[in-house]
Each structure stands twice: as structure tokens, then as C-alpha cells.
């Protein structure tokens, strides 16, 4: 659902939409609309305040984009924040500026959201019945909808503004096509046997001190709402399961396999239409002692299914025109029909096979249709609970158990997770990072966290424990190859050093290396997208100065491996547009146009919160 939802919100302001109708249930908890005056604001743009459910919504909907990418908690919420007040600040400059959007093409919109839709038409019961849930009113819901399709409408006119010069083109290909020649060593790092003194060990200790750490950890409990659950209380008698299998006997049903052949005779400049039905005659009249194969690889204008004897494959209606579908389905197997007329000649059709549609019988099916019928009647009972999970969970913020008896559920325990890792429940990414939320750290319940489409949860903490340090002696052999190794590295980064050292100063790389029993590698004509070559290595080379007055430009690259490479750059050729960059120039633009913009518009955002009222409560920020 929120795919679908999504597919129709591509924009950068598509967040604020998704962030008001995507999540069933209140997913950010009633506090969103409701304050009690008393909370201090977190920030401040002009005379609009954001309180702390603002950002742990924002915080929430951010971690969302990042899918699944590893970033630390404060850099999520520092650009969480920031987004929230750049997406205000604008707002609030298209409002100034007068700019809008027609009711009508609101209602358009909001009538296309498959979550407010019923069979594919837009269904007002259901519309009004989501809003209610949310505590939302229609207007104030249209008009979330109306701020975010403005801020979009906005956007787009800035990104359409920009284009790329014929300047832009030839720059980017002249970059993009270089070409440079580069000789290297490479600096192994050779492994060190040397003992570091308990010295060493206890400073290298002290200095990674969250290396050697038993993460922070968390246990919950918790209560689930699932579809499966609710569908098992459904009672069910033989009479509603039957009139279920009548209402969905399709899903029940092999549909019909028909396979046709034809013979074409064309309607065109060297055949008129009288000619091309007198030949689709007389041909029906000779399939009486002839095969249609044999007839089709001979006569059919359609070569290409007329070596195959005409044959088309599987058949479906709606991909012929009209009358040729219903010609063919109207044939028994074996049976050929008249002359039909299509826009391209007179056909001659062919049922070659034929399996009938085949339904299956009720009591074959009747555990699967017992189990859907349950399924569809508990989706509203589903939908309901979550309303009254959400608000009482909220209500009852310092427990789970008045949640717990108003729905009948049972509260369940994990044990002890991290935030990386956990098991059973636990093993969900949205249900750790719920746990790990300043909410549920604070003691509360947390809001609703939907981990599927048919399944809550709402949790609470049992036990915290706190990150802490191993003992030194657990850790001390890690630290015996960790020093060690970086013993390693350092002696790998000074021998780059005297190598860099003596190239400046005039001497060969092939003398130098020889001095160091390194071998000199070459690469001639080397290009950015080079494959089998190292990428950390050819994005240094290509960001490397050019060498000045036929001296090569010397330095030195770390590597993943921690290996040292010195690096002498001798020439730089300029690229020029190939034939097949040519083939491109239209993406080129599109692309260099789209770079332009985005740059464009960031800078008009940045200029505009310079000049916005914005006050930022880095205490109350720092305590998120």
C-alpha cells in the first residue's frame, strides 16, 4: 500500500503527504494533535513551533528514506531537524508569495490515493472513516495536501528552469572522457611481530575505548495486533463460506487456455481489399481437403507466423481488434473461421487448442476459502482494534496492561537485544529502533509500529543496560594485533614518505623503487570507468593535479587495505565527445539540467533560511 502511494508522491515534498494519509492507525500517536501548552518548543520558524513529537516524526520519517542505511542517532536527528525547518521556511516563502493550487486538481489527487479507494474508485465512506481515525477533519487534511502540492509545484519550477549550455556539454564530456598516464608502486603493509609493551596496550586501551564494548541492550514487553489473529475469531458456518466461494469464484478458477493460427492475406498498395477477400474465400473452400499449416507457410502475408503455420500462441481478447476477437472466440477447437476483416487484411483464424476454464469444486477448496473468508471479515475488525490500540496505548502511556484487557491480547517478553541485532520479534529493524527511541528510553509506551500491513505492535521497556567497557585483560590479545598492525601501517606510511620525498627531489621511480625491491606498475591512457582497476586509486589519480612544466605530479593514496601507493601522474589528455557520447546528448542534458537545478534550488533554500526568522533550542535539540 504505501508503495503504491509512493509511486504517485515521487516529489521532495511527497514526505509531508505520506506523513499525513500512509500510516494507518495514528502511527505518530494522538499528541501530534494535541498539546497541552506546557512543552517547550524544540524550534522555532517565525510564529510556527515544533514541539518534540514534530521531530520524532520527522526523525521517524528520515530514518524511512535512509532504507536501512547505518547513521548515528544525532547526525539522523541534527538532519532530521534541518529538513523539517527548510520544508517550514519554504512553505512559509510560497504562502508570501501568493502561490496555489486549484481545488480541483487537490480533489484530483486526493481521489487518486489508492488508500482512499475501493476497487480502484475512490471511496468517500472510506476517506471520512480514515480522517476520523487520525482526528483529522477533511479541511485540515486538504489543506496538508494543498501546502505539500504547492511546495512540489514550486520545486518543479525551478528544477524546469534550468538547461545545460553547448559550454556545459562539451565540459562534462571533456572531464568525463580524460584520459591519464600514471606509473605507481604499491607499499605493502608488511605484518609486524614486535610485542608492544603493556604501555602501548593500556594507551591504545584507553584511546578505543567503544571498541571494546558489550553494546547497549534492551528488553521489552510488548502486545502484537495481527489480521492472522483476528481472522481465527471469525466464526464461520458452511452457508458463509459457500456464498464467499460463489462472490470470489474466479480466484477459485483456471481460466480458459485458447490458442489460435492464422492466414493473413494484406490489404495494401499491391493487393486491394476485393482481391485480398476473394483469395481469404477461396482458401477457406480449399481448407476442406488441405491443412491449415501447410496453406499458411504457402499463402499467409504474415511470414513471420507463417512458417510456424500461422500459429499466434496463447490467445488473449482485447489484444486483436474487435472483430477478430470475437471471431476467435467464438470457434470450437479444430473449427476455422470465415473471412475476418482487420486493418491489416482478411484473416483466416484457427482454434489449434483449447482447455476449457475449469473451476475448482467447492469442497476441494474449502479449508483456502474458509481461511480468506476470515481474513476479509476481520480487515475492518483489524482496523478498528488498531484505533483503539493506538489511543489507548497513548491514554495508558505508563503501561501495557489497560491496552492489553480493553483488546483481549496477552503481553508477551523478549529477552535482551541490541540495536543491530535481536531475535524473534526482536529481529525486526522497526521494532529495535522503536525500542531505542528516546520514547521508550523515557518510559513510555511507544507510538504504534506498523511491521507489516496486517501487523501492530506496541511496546514499552523491561530492562535497559547501558553500553560498557570489557575488561582490558578479556581484550588484551585484539589489542596486541591492533597495535601491531597499526605498527604496520605507520611503517607502510613512512616508507611512502621517503618515496614521495626522493621523487620531488628528482630521482626515477624505477630507480627508487628498485631501492625498495618494489615493482613499478603502468597505466597508459587510463579512463575513469576503467574496469579491474582499483576505485579508490583512479578516483585519487583523477582528482590529482596535472603535472606542471613536464613534471609529474607526485603523492601518495591510502587504500582500503591500508596499503600506500605512490603515485606519479605524467600526462593529462583532455577527452573529446565520441560517437557514442553523441548517442547521449539528450540523457547528457536531462542529467546536467537536473544537477543544475538541484543546485539552484538548495541554494535558493539556503538563502531563504538565511533570511528567515529561525530560533533552534539547542538544549532541548541536544536532548533528543
Known amino acids: 500500500m504505501l508503495t503504491k502511494i509512493r509511486e504517485k508522491s515521487q516529489g521532495a515534498f511527497a514526505g509531508v503527504i505520506l506523513t499525513v494519509i500512509c500510516v494507518p492507525f495514528v502511527l505518530w500517536g494522538i499528541n501530534n494533535y494535541i498539546n497541552d501548552g506546557q512543552e517547550s518548543p524544540v524550534a522555532s520558524v517565525g510564529k510556527k513551533d515544533f514541539y518534540q513529537h514534530d521531530v520524532t516524526k520527522a526523525v521517524e520519517k528520515y530514518r524511512q528514506s535512509l532504507g536501512g542505511l547505518a547513521i548515528d542517532e544525532a547526525s539522523m536527528k541534527s538532519q532530521a531537524l534541518s529538513k523539517l525547518i527548510k520544508d517550514e521556511v519554504l512553505l512559509q516563502y510560497v504562502h508570501h508569495k501568493g502561490l496555489t493550487i486549484s481545488d480541483d486538481a487537490i480533489r484530483d489527487f486526493i481521489h487518486t490515493l489508492p488508500y482512499f479507494q475501493t476497487d480502484g474508485k475512490f471511496d468517500e465512506a472510506k476517506y471520512k472513516s480514515m480522517l476520523s481515525s487520525q482526528r483529522m477533519s477533511s479541511p485540515e487534511f486538504v489543506s496538508q495536501i494543498k501546502n505539500a502540492l504547492v511546495m512540489e509545484q514550486f520545486q518543479k519550477s525551478v528544477l524546469e528552469s534550468s538547461f545545460a549550455t553547448p559550454y556545459d556539454l562539451e565540459r562534462v564530456f571533456k572531464i568525463q572522457n580524460q584520459q591519464r598516464d600514471v606509473e605507481y608502486v604499491t607499499v605493502p603493509v608488511a605484518a609486524s611481530t614486535q610485542t608492544p609493551s603493556d604501555d602501548a596496550i593500556k594507551t591504545y586501551y584507553d584511546a578505543h575505548q567503544t571498541q571494546f564494548q558489550v553494546p547497549e541492550q534492551m528488553s521489552v514487553e510488548y502486545i502484537e495486533l495481527t489480521l492472522e489473529d483476528l ?58 481437403s488441405k491443412d491449415f499449416a501447410t496453406l499458411a507457410k504457402e499463402l499467409s502475408d504474415d511470414k513471420v507466423t507463417g512458417k510456424d503455420g500461422g500459429d499466434l500462441g496463447l490467445f488473449s481478447a482485447g489484444v486483436m481488434e474487435k472483430d477478430f476477437d470475437n471471431a476467435a472466440i467464438a470457434l470450437k477447437q479444430g473449427e476455422i473461421s470465415a473471412p475476418v476483416k482487420s486493418q491489416f487484411g482478411y484473416h483466416l483464424i484457427k482454434v489449434i487448442e483449447l482447455t476449457p476454464e475449469q473451476i475448482k469444486p467447492f469442497e ?261
Open 231 to 288: 481472522a481465527k475469531t471469525v466464526e464461520v458456518t458452511d452457508e458463509k463460506v459457500k456464498a464467499f466461494y460463489e462472490e470470489q469464484k474466479a480466484q477459485y478458477s483456471t481460466p480458459e487456455r485458447r490458442r489460435v493460427a492464422h492466414i493473413l492475406f494484406e490489404i495494401n498498395d499491391k493487393q486491394d481489399e476485393k482481391t485480398a477477400l476473394e483469395k481469404a474465400t477461396k482458401t477457406k473452400a480449399d481448407l476442406a
Open 364 to 624: 476441494s477448496v474449502k479449508a483456502e476459502v474458509t481461511k480468506a473468508y476470515q481474513k476479509s471479515q476481520a480487515e475492518n475488525l483489524f482496523y478498528q482494534q488498531g484505533e483503539v490500540l493506538t489511543e489507548s496505548a497513548y491514554q495508558n502511556s505508563d503501561n501495557l496492561q489497560a491496552s492489553a484487557s480493553q483488546l483481549n491480547l496477552t503481553i508477551k517478553k523478549t529477552g535482551l537485544f541490541t540495536k543491530m541485532q535481536g531475535e524473534g520479534i526482536a529481529a525486526e529493524e522497526k521494532i529495535r529502533n522503536a525500542a531505542f527511541s528516546d520514547e521508550v528510553l523515557n518510559g513510555t509506551n511507544s507510538t504504534p509500529i506498523e511491521v507489516s500491513n496486517d501487523h501492530l505492535v506496541v511496546l514499552r521497556m523491561l530492562e535497559h543496560k547501558a553500553a560498557e567497557n570489557k575488561p582490558l585483560e578479556q581484550v588484551k590479545p585484539e589489542i596486541v594485533k591492533a597495535v601491531q598492525l597499526e605498527q604496520a601501517q605507520q611503517k607502510a606510511i613512512e616508507t611512502a614518505k621517503e618515496i614521495k620525498t626522493k621523487l620531488l627531489a628528482g630521482e626515477t621511480l624505477t630507480k627508487v623503487a628498485a631501492d625498495y625491491k618494489l615493482p613499478v606498475k603502468k597505466e597508459v591512457g587510463l579512463t575513469r570507468m576503467k574496469k579491474d582497476f582499483n576505485v579508490f586509486l583512479n578516483e585519487a589519480i583523477f582528482k590529482a593535479a596535472k603535472p606542471v612544466s613536464d613534471k609529474p605530479s607526485i603523492f601518495t593514496v591510502s587504500l582500503a587495505s591500508h596499503e600506500q601507493v605512490v603515485v606519479s601522474l605524467t600526462k593529462v589528455q583532455e577527452g573529446t565527445m565520441t560517437e557514442d557520447d553523441k548517442k547521449k546528448i539528450e540523457l547528457a542534458k536531462k542529467n546536467i539540467s537536473k544537477a543544475v537545478g538541484d543546485s539552484e534550488f538548495n541554494s535558493l533554500i539556503n538563502t531563504l533560511e538565511d533570511d528567515a526568522d529561525v530560533e533552534i533550542n539547542l538544549p532541548a535539540t541536544a536532548a533528543q
